[in-house]
Structure formats: structure tokens, C-alpha cells
């Protein structure tokens, strides 16, 4: 579905199967973040722009799969579940199919993600006590053939959590004057790199190889 219509800045993404994300939907999104209950005046209002357009572009955004679900954020605490860890797990390689089919029968488990690294996958799962917490590790997750090794790391503050993060927020943030990253030099040479990617942007630098490096050290001396 097109959003062409209505107020709103130029395209900032293509996300689905093909609504333009403009500055408007943004806004949108930024204000469905703070309250998801919000009738389509007030966010129109919030917006600047028509009940129409409102409507529309959040239709738009539910169709085109931007806005997946609505759902509850619930104080975990209140809820009894005050213990949160994180389990770091290595799969045995082969066993993939059987590692994800038996996680997901894991009501506990509220987060999973596959992993570079020292292990394969992070597991965040949040529990009455220290002890349900162990007692998953040893006597569920150890007994998955899958399971290689485990690792717990006990969450003791959740100092940030957002649900979610835009564009728009890094560009709002620019706005208020926080420090960009230093780009190049017009003096610098992207090619040469001053040896060590000094004044590259980030995602030009240039990685000098092990026996390169020894050589132009000996130079040096």
C-alpha cells in the first residue's frame, strides 16, 4: 500500500511489501511507542495531520506488517517473576531442529536469539527465584540432547528498556546537539588510511594484514 498521500518528509525505508516509510509514519509509530491505546483523534492530533490520513497511514502500517501485534507490558516484578537471567548455550551442530523444537515447548523461556560468538544462543528467561532458575538449567536444559554447555549470567538491573527504537530517534537525538562521529580529513586519503583507518568512516576501515603490519614496523625501526 502507497503513502504518498498526506503530510510527512521524504522516504526513510522500505520495510514489507512495499510501504514507503516517511516521516509521518515515524511519528506515528513514536506516538503508538508511548501509548498503543491512543484513539486515531488524539493521534492525528500528536501527528498534525487529518483523522483521515491518521487512519489511513495506520491501517497502512498494520497491513503491510510494520505494526505486527498490541499487546500488554506488564511490571514482571509485581507479576512475581522478579529473577531474570540469561542462559548462553552451545548446540551441538547438528541438532539445531531438535534445539529450537524443544525451546519453544519452554513456557519460561521469553527470549531467544542464535548468536556469534563464544556460544551459539542467548536464552533470557525471568523466574520467581534464584532456585527455578537452576532448576531449569540442570534439570531441563541439560537433559536437551541438543545442549552442549551453558552459561548463566544473573540480570541484577534493567537499567534501559524500550519497545522499540526508530530512525527518527538517533536524527531527534543529532538534533539536540549530541557529538556526531568524526568523518575524514579533506586531507586524508581513503585508499592510504594513514596506516590504521585514522579519519575513515566507520565501515571504510582498513584492516592491515598480520604480516603486512611486521614489515612496515621493521621499516619503521
Not at 529473577?83 to 531438535?98: D, E, G, P
Not at 548463566?152 to 539536540?176: A, M
Request: hydrophobic share 40%; aromatic share 4%; charged share 25%.
Amino acid at each position: 500500500m502507497s503513502s504518498n498521500s498526506g503530510s510527512g518528509g521524504g522516504a526513510t525505508g522500505r520495510i514489507g511489501i512495499g510501504l514507503e516509510l516517511d516521516a509521518t509514519h515515524l511519528k506515528i509509530l513514536e506516538v503508538l511507542r508511548d501509548n498503543g491505546r491512543v484513539s486515531v483523534s488524539a493521534l492525528a492530533e500528536r501527528v498534525g495531520i487529518s483523522r483521515a490520513n491518521a487512519y489511513t497511514r495506520f491501517e497502512a502500517l498494520r497491513a503491510d506488517g510494520v505494526i505486527r501485534r498490541f499487546t500488554a507490558e506488564i511490571d514482571h516484578q509485581r507479576a512475581g517473576l522478579g529473577i531474570v537471567a540469561l542462559i548462553f548455550v552451545t548446540v551441538r551442530q547438528q541438532m539445531w531442529r531438535q534445539f529450537r523444537a524443544q525451546l519453544a515447548q519452554m513456557p519460561e523461556v521469553e527470549y531467544c536469539a542464535i548468536t556469534t560468538g563464544q556460544h551459539d544462543a542467548m536464552i533470557q528467561v525471568r523466574m520467581a527465584d534464584v532456585a527455578e532458575v537452576h532448576a531449569m538449567v540442570t534439570e531441563r536444559l541439560a537433559n536437551i540432547p541438543a545442549v552442549k554447555a551453558t552459561e548463566t549470567v544473573f540480570i541484577l538491573d534493567e537499567v534501559l528498556r524500550r519497545p522499540y527504537v526508530l530512525p527518527s530517534d538517533r536524527e531527534r537525538d543529532r538534533g539536540r546537539g549530541a557529538p556526531r562521529r568524526p568523518g575524514p580529513s579533506p586531507s586524508s586519503d581513503p585508499e592510504q588510511g594513514q596506516g590504521q583507518g585514522q579519519g575513515l568512516p566507520l565501515g571504510k576501515m582498513r584492516f592491515v594484514g598480520a604480516a603486512e603490519g611486521r614489515a612496515a614496523l621493521r621499516d619503521a625501526t
